[in-house]
């Protein structure tokens, strides 16, 4: 059993072709300005939407927990009490409660994924696991895998590689290819906004590298905090180095912003980078021999 917080069909931007795109829960990091906040914990959880809220205290007078108040116009979930019974989802005449994170095996992942074969075929797309970090499940990741190759299914794994290097080249035997994130290559800064070290990360994109695997480098260009000249230059020169040529430029946005409200965190907040800088961020990269995208 794995734990999903969502699947998402007809999917453009996780790799080649029409994909589907399974997003494992759980992740090691904390990006502050994460655009899957609802991925990080290994946990299943409870989220609030205030724009579907009518405020009408049905959800908190049916919590036999007790663990739902609220105040300053606002729910408060108090996740040491509420034991995802889901009696608040359920009485909810406004759909404003959900669960995230929902146990599934892999036979009925594999279920879902098949729907699409014949997209995948025309398109010659497939399947991707993201996250959160999906090697966090390494064990279901890696019978997932195995199970869409043996359908024939091109695969993807949408990792920040922040994982044991066994791990990693393990599930490869059946990834045919890597969207492999490289935040921020400034160890401090790495550690100050995702919350540990890149070595490990810099480590296994040389070890994916070295076993011949495909990998593109994904680069979120967050200003104010991997947006400098000089970073975004040892960027490039690091990745160049390592023998891989494709790097996704993914200028931030703010999706993440309510998804983090609706689970009472706090959100990172600052402006999308603006079209000039990231054509300045594209150019600096293809100095370094990359072959640079907008986009994923």
Request: net charge neutral; hydrophobic share 35%; glycine share 8%.
């Amino acid at each position: 059993m794995g734990l999903i917080f969502d699947i998402k069909r007809y999917a453009v931007h996780d790799g080649p072709g029409i994909r589907t795109t399974v997003f494992l829960k759980g992740c090691p990091l904390t990006c502050l300005w994460c655009h899957n906040p609802e991925g990080i914990s290994k946990e299943s959880e409870l989220m609030w939407s205030k724009e579907r809220c009518i405020h009408c205290k049905t959800c908190q007078n049916a919590c036999l927990q007790g663990a739902l108040t609220f105040s300053d116009d606002a729910l408060h979930i108090n996740k040491n009490t509420c034991n995802l019974c889901t009696t608040c989802v359920d009485v909810c005449p406004s759909q404003a409660l959900e669960v995230i994170g929902k146990e599934m095996t892999v036979t009925q992942v594999i279920k879902e994924i098949e729907k699409d074969t014949i997209f995948y075929d025309e398109s010659k797309g497939g399947v991707t696991f993201s996250g959160g970090e999906p090697l966090m499940q390494p064990d279901f990741l890696y019978q997932l895998l195995k199970a869409c190759k043996e359908q024939g299914i091109h695969t993807a794994v949408d990792t920040s590689g922040y994982s044991s290097s066994d791990v990693l080249l393990k599930i490869g035997a059946y990834t045919d290819l890597f969207l492999y994130d490289v935040k921020v290559i400034n160890d401090r800064i790495h550690k100050e906004t995702t919350g540990a070290s890149n070595n490990l990360i810099l480590k296994n994109l040389k070890e994916l590298s070295r076993a011949g695997k495909e990998v593109i480098v994904r680069f979120p260009l967050i200003p104010g905090v991997n947006d400098g000249e000089k970073d975004i230059g040892e960027l490039g020169e690091f990745v160049s180095s390592v023998n891989v040529k494709k790097v996704n430029i993914l200028p931030y946005h703010k999706a993440g912003i309510e998804k983090a409200k609706r689970l009472n965190q706090n959100p990172f907040m600052c402006e999308p980078p603006s079209h000039t800088r990231v054509t300045s961020a594209k150019k600096r990269l293809e100095e370094c021999g990359l072959n640079v995208t907008v986009g994923g």
